[in-house]
């Protein structure tokens, strides 16, 4: 690795005008391309303090060699000269989009001189119009019912050309499939209009079709050609079956394209649906790896550079209103360069209420499903799964494999309702039935590192005396170590031992230890859990915690963190660990706090269970209709005996409590719940 020092330029070398950089490994490939406003300060901002930078800028002016860099006029040439570099040097520490090749989209090559219809998956091809993307059972079914109306070749070349040398068509012409250009039955030019009219009516021009059948059928039905009529009355069923599946989401006269994203500390995914006409006619998906501090405006921004620059055109072509989650970074320039692209005013804005709001609302559902999906797929991989485990055992220097690993996260609202979870990973997949919940009172609910020594404490407790429950039955089944104790006085012990296997033995909470333990928190908190373990005097479990802040990974008693790459699939792995833990420890709080919400005056009462609570107010209606009723009318209700009725006239008249009586309240808003 070079160090940044040695081709550091000097300060009165950078203009201070805008411009864009580049910086150079020592091969002389382009690793990274930026911009900035004042060049001068953004650069020395990569070689003040190197080690005070984020791990992938850390990497990045360590793996560089030389930078250099280009002036220009005005931010909005920055803007176009970066994306071109860009595109043209690919660069690995910048930010790209990977197109999400899940589903497929309906294309035709209309760069062909007889243009064919295809369901195509994969980068997109110049010259060829893509429509979707679809289900693959959605677009089989729209492509076999357009082909109806709109014969156009769906056949591969092969085909075309053995249907060509024979002077025959495929199946496809003889059903009317096809317009079997071929043969000849169709000139190159009359095929090129059909294609044309197939992509104006995927391109959102269904109704002038079905306008234009509905006149043919009247025209036939007049001049009594019923066989005709009814042919044409098919086509227009058929036409109307596929525009009816794209439901009409925003007024007619609106043509957007609608962006969101869903992203974490590593990743982002992004969605968008296009909207033509009032009408979702397509989506498309992006996840990318967060290899650049960016924040969400630079995220948007370089993925509106990425997308429209690419190809010009995403959906036909490009609207004229581009919704996204947050103002982009520069966004003036970026809707002057789209402009350009367009050859008229595009509108970048973020909508706030109604129905682009809701919309919006939408495609952020499906960005984090596509996030989470993701995610998924790669954690279950046994591959990758492998090569987490490794990883992160060779980045800590264990001695032992990954095969347990248990991560703690504690929970809380300002002190109150602390809780904990714990969550187990074997083999790099979650075991749920090992998952643990920890409530939290007294004094270790004073702070995280108080409650983090306590869990652990409790959980590895748990683990010594399961251990030595254990080790003590095996020495009782085993009988007298000595052989020459007295044999009959062994005999008894065995005779126990074998009755003894019938009955299944007690399934053994923590009777398994972990090789790893993670904890959701920093330095503190991993001092904390490492000291718990050395109370116990267990050395055979390592400790380490994941800072959500840089994704640090901290070891006891380490001045510094272990920062593993943004890519490695170890990091991948105990992030998602911290992330379950996190999960799993949130929605006990909720639980917990969700019972503490509400206080009733009957909780009190003692010897007065949930059961007997709700019969009292099924019987009575209210707690007021409680306190007012006298022991015998209290003993009429199911479940209350003489001795509970008398014991809830004494609690409500101040015997109980010492005082008065306390309503019911809503503790989040201060309500009275009941009188």
């Keep these: 690795m070079a160090n940044p020092a040695s081709y550091r330029p000097k300060t009165g070398e950078i203009p201070t005008n805008p411009g864009v950089y580049r910086f150079r490994d020592p091969h002389g490939r382009v690793i990274y391309v930026g911009k ?144 079997a250009p071929c043969v000849g039955r169709i000139s190159p030019g009359d095929h090129r209009a059909l294609a044309e009219d197939f992509c104006a009516f995927m391109g959102g021009e269904a109704k002038r079709f079905i306008s234009k059948l509905e006149k043919q059928m009247a025209d036939a039905v007049a001049k009594l050609d019923y066989e005709h009529a009814a042919r044409l009355r098919d086509d227009i069923t058929a036409l109307r079956k596929v525009f009816e599946r794209n439901a009409v989401v925003l007024s007619e006269d609106t043509d957007a394209d609608v962006f969101a994203l869903h992203e974490d500390e590593l990743e982002a995914a992004v969605q968008v649906f296009h909207v033509r006409g009032g009408r979702i006619r397509g989506q498309r998906g992006w996840v990318v790896e967060k290899v650049e501090d960016f924040t969400t405006p630079d995220l948007v921004e370089h993925l509106l550079l990425q997308v429209y620059g690419e190809d010009g055109d995403t959906h036909g072509r490009l609207p004229r209103e581009i919704l996204v989650p947050v103002e982009p970074s520069n966004a003036e320039d970026l809707a002057t360069w789209l402009g350009g692209i367009r050859g008229a005013k595009v509108d970048i804005r973020v909508p706030r209420r109604g129905d682009k709001a809701a919309l919006m609302s939408t495609v952020r559902e499906n960005a984090e499903h596509a996030l989470k999906l993701h995610k998924t797929r790669r954690a279950g991989d046994i591959t990758v799964r492998s090569q987490a485990l490794q990883e992160l055992q060779e980045a800590l220097d264990l001695p032992v494999p990954l095969l347990r690993i248990e991560c703690f996260d504690v929970s809380h609202v300002q002190g109150t309702n602390v809780v904990a979870s714990m969550v187990v990973v074997e083999d790099g997949l979650p075991k749920k039935s090992d998952y643990r919940k920890f409530s939290i009172t007294g004094p270790a609910a004073a702070d995280d590192t108080a409650a983090m020594h306590d869990v652990l404490t409790r959980r590895f407790r748990h683990y010594l005396q399961d251990k030595s429950a254990q080790v003590d039955e095996s020495v009782l089944a085993a009988g007298p170590a000595d052989p020459s104790e007295n044999a009959d006085a062994a005999k008894p012990v065995l005779a126990s031992t074998v009755l003894d296997t019938t009955t299944p033995a007690p399934k053994a909470k923590f009777a398994y230890p972990p090789n790893l333990v993670v904890v959701d928190g920093g330095q503190p908190q991993v001092n904390a859990a490492a000291r718990a373990l050395k109370d116990l005097g267990i050395d055979d479990v390592y400790v380490v915690g994941l800072a959500k802040r840089l994704e640090e990974v901290w070891l006891p008693d380490s001045d510094f963190p272990v920062i593993l790459p943004r890519t490695s699939q170890g990091l991948y792995l105990l992030q998602r660990i911290r992330d379950e833990a996190h999960r799993f420890a949130i929605t006990f709080h909720r639980q917990k706090r969700g019972k503490a919400m509400t206080v009733s005056a009957l909780d009190a009462v003692p010897g007065l269970g949930a059961s007997k609570r709700k019969a009292l107010l099924a019987h009575f209606g209210s707690v007021k209709g409680v306190k007012a009723a006298s022991a015998e009318e209290l003993a009429h209700a199911k479940g209350i005996g003489p001795a509970l009725a008398t014991a809830i006239v004494n609690h409500f008249a101040g015997d109980g409590t010492g005082g008065a009586a306390v309503p019911a309240i809503n503790m989040t808003t201060g309500e009275i719940i009941e009188s």
């Design 36 to 179: 900035a406003k004042s060049l001068r300060s953004r650069l020395n901002s990569y070689f003040a303090n190197p080690a005070g930078l984020l791990p992938k800028t850390y990497a990045m002016v360590h793996a560089a060699s030389s930078v250099e860099w280009t002036v220009v006029g005005s931010e909005l040439e920055s803007l176009q000269l970066e994306y071109t570099w860009i595109k043209e040097f690919k660069p690995r520490f910048n930010v790209v989009f990977r197109d999400d090749k899940t589903y497929p989209y309906l294309a035709v090559t209309m760069n062909e001189k007889y243009p064919r219809v295809q369901v195509m998956r994969g980068d997109k091809r110049k010259g060829t119009r893509y429509f979707g993307p679809y289900t693959a059972g959605a677009i089989r079914e729209t492509m076999d019912t357009l082909l109806r109306v709109f014969p156009v070749r769906s056949c591969s070349a092969g085909v075309f050309k053995r249907a060509e040398a024979s002077g025959r068509p495929c199946l496809l012409g003889y059903i009317d499939k096809c317009s």
